[in-house]
């Protein structure tokens, strides 16, 4: 058995995976996670007022998102504490 594989790192992993197939994920109740190419995508929709508009989606290979309207968060991978928080909300 691989010495780094945990429970929560096998989730997160495999919400990645299902992003990265899919586009986008909802990896708990109202909180998307995005590849960036599925984000920059939506975002060409978005009205001139939002800010999020603006963002480098490039920046990231995965990104959060709530129906809250808090801002896109940037996710790195497997290991990024706010893709964790997020799976354990």
Known sequence: MNANYTPPNA???AA???ATTQ???EVSPGVYLHTSENIASDAE????EDQAKAIDFSKYPFWLTTNSG???VG?????DQ??????TA
């Open 11 to 13: 989730i997160r992993a």
């Open 16 to 18: 990645l995976q299902l």
């Open 23 to 25: 586009g986008f994920v």
């Open 45 to 48: 929709s978005w009205g001139d």
């Open 70 to 72: 808090d801002g896109p």
């Open 75 to 79: 996710i790195t991978g497997i290991d």
């Open 82 to 87: 706010d893709l964790a928080d997020a799976l």
